[in-house]
């Protein structure tokens, strides 16, 4: 099977100081593959490694069996890897509508400012709306407007409408209600499935996010401490003892 | 009366090149933290090109052509070349920076055109029309008009409606979740540069034939009132750049009417002092969203 994503001895970190030490990491295409591990572990950092945001210092990361080099963020979102931050980043200024159609704004380019272009892009809109009807109820309010949980949908439903491969996400249950994490984390597998999106799932709520995740990796200070399929990571009791707290 | 509605209408004309001078203002504010105080200075630069152009052509409106295009491109090149390399250091850092280009691009001029006041001509006749027996508005002031309107709808439609303008508001907003979500940030700014030295460019033409003629130092109290108006309106809120560019203008044109010309600064810093007294963070300024 092919991977989708590949780690290999990355290191990164934070003026100079590394928190990722030789992190390695395969997850194939149309899988979950969640990210466990206590606070400070290097989650949210891997992530941001991925994405672009920080550079790493050694290793590499090759996405859809190219390496993935110094580029930039912004060109890591048109290859098709799409990171929802920790903390959501909703911007709050804009409309619901408007930070849903920034999550595929790219797509249009320079052209396309009119007309046609957009048709797709509302239609990728519209989807969102259907998959998380608060948010169509609410299209025209500000982002500040909005509730913990609302916020959260909408993130996950702008990085959707980019039409991602591969979808970062930082513990998208946060704050959310438990009805509502189990919708989330069954969408999130409904997705992979229908649409082989590939997921790296970082998540607190180690329960659910194991429930739905195909494999798992659990970190401690900056390394991947253990990796497997997810069933046989929940069942471990020694490293629920230790790692995962239950 | 009739002396009262001359001096509004003609307070409304310069008001509104205020506005759209503020206006550019708080585009580079919104995108960058930076107060551009070399506004005035480019926007004379592309009016001694409006000349050059319009001095060989014999067009006017090539030479307005040229003045938009040169503002566009002027723009670009100061933000890549000089101020895209005080992004992020301290703001007054841009400030020195802004000050020094004033200085060179005003000696430069002074070189190329001389330090003497050039006439300017103005596209339309400036005398005024008498409407119900008063002399009120000049041709000149309805295109004065009619361009700022324009102006302002087509920013107004550019922010609101197309996809550059929705992320070049995301950059400005949030430029780190913007590059997340693929906007090629610094290209952005760029472009708000160049917007904002287009619409410099523009108002300069619409002013300078309206003063003394063209001279290296030709924008330097428009820029006062502008800076003024967008203190007044809020430097954040395009809405308050335009209310707050027309206040100034009748501000100025009902004390220069009515208690000399020689008291019109005086009244516009008067003015200035009372708003960051009262409302330090502009009138317009709406409670301020909380960023997530
Ligand atoms: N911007 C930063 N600058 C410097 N150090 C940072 C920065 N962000 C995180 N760190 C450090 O990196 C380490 C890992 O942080 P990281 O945010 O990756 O942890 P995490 O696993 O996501 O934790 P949490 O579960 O609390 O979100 C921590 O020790 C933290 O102090
Ligand atoms: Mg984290």
């Known amino acids: ?246 | 009366m009739d002396r009262f509605l001359f001096l509004t209408v003609d307070g409304l004309t310069h008001g509104a090149v205020y506005s759209a001078f503020a206006l550019a203002l708080v585009l580079i504010w919104r995108g960058t933290r930076i107060v551009n105080f070399a506004q005035g200075v480019l926007a004379v630069a592309t009016s001694y090109l409006a000349y050059t152009v319009t001095g060989r052509s014999g067009s006017y409106w090539l030479g307005f052509l040229a003045a938009l295009l040169a503002g566009l491109v002027l723009g670009a090149v100061v933000e890549r070349l000089v101020m895209h390399r005080v992004a992020g250091a301290p703001p007054l850092n841009a400030v020195i920076v802004a000050l020094g280009l004033v200085l060179v691009v005003q000696g430069v001029l002074g070189m190329i055109y001389g330090n003497q006041y050039l006439p300017f001509p103005a596209p339309f006749d400036r005398s005024a029309m008498t409407v119900g027996g008063v002399p009120l508005v000049s041709r000149f002031d309805l295109f004065v008009f009619g361009t700022v309107v324009l102006l302002m709808i087509v920013l107004a439609l550019l922010f609101t409606r197309t996809a550059i303008g929705l992320r070049m508001r995301a950059a400005a907003f949030a430029p780190s979740v913007a590059r997340l979500l693929g906007v090629r940030v610094g290209r952005m700014l760029t472009l708000g540069w160049a917007l904002a030295a287009l619409v410099g460019a523009l108002a300069g033409m619409l002013v300078i034939p309206t003063g003394l003629g063209l001279h290296p130092t030709a924008m330097d109290t428009v820029f006062v009132s502008a800076f003024t108006a967008v203190v007044v309106g809020g430097l954040d809120s395009p809405a308050g750049a335009v209310v707050g560019g027309m206040l100034v203008g009748l501000v100025l044109s009902y004390v220069a009417g009515y208690l000399g010309a020689g008291t019109a600064p005086l009244a516009v810093l008067a003015l200035l002092v009372v708003v960051l007294l009262v409302r330090p963070a502009g009138l317009f300024s709406g409670p301020q969203a909380r960023r997530v």
Request: hydrophobic share 45%; net charge positive; with cysteine.
């Open chain 1, 1 to 246: 099977m092919s991977d989708l994503l590949e780690v290999e001895g990355l290191t990164a970190g934070y003026h100079g100081v590394p928190v990722l030490h030789g992190i390695d990491l395969r997850v194939p295409a149309g899988t979950i593959c969640a990210v466990l591990g206590a606070n400070g572990a290097g989650k949210t950092t891997l992530l941001r490694a991925l994405s672009g945001l920080i550079r790493p210092s050694t290793g590499r990361i090759a996405f859809d069996g190219a390496d993935l080099g110094d580029l930039a963020t912004e060109r890591l979102v048109r290859r098709g890897i799409g990171h929802v931050p920790e903390g959501r980043g909703v911007i709050a200024e804009l409309t619901v509508e408007e930070n849903l159609m920034l999550g595929g704004a790219w797509r249009l380019g320079w052209a396309g400012v009119w007309g046609a272009a957009r048709a797709g892009l509302r239609r990728d809109v519209a989807e969102v709306y259907q998959l998380f009807p608060p948010l169509a109820a609410r299209r025209r309010q500000p982002g500040h407007q909005l509730s913990g949980g609302e916020r959260q949908m909408l993130a996950l439903g702008r990085a959707l409408v980019g039409r991602p491969r591969l979808l970062l996400l930082d513990e998208p249950s946060l704050g959310l209600a438990p009805r509502v994490v189990a919708q989330t984390m069954a969408l999130l597998r409904q997705l992979c499935e229908q649409t082989r999106l590939t997921v790296l799932l970082v998540e607190q709520n180690v329960r659910s996010a194991l429930s739905i995740a195909d494999q798992g990796v659990v970190m401690s200070l900056g390394r991947v401490v253990a990796a497997g399929d997810a069933r046989r990571l929940a069942d471990d009791a020694d490293l629920r003892h230790a790692y995962l707290g239950f």
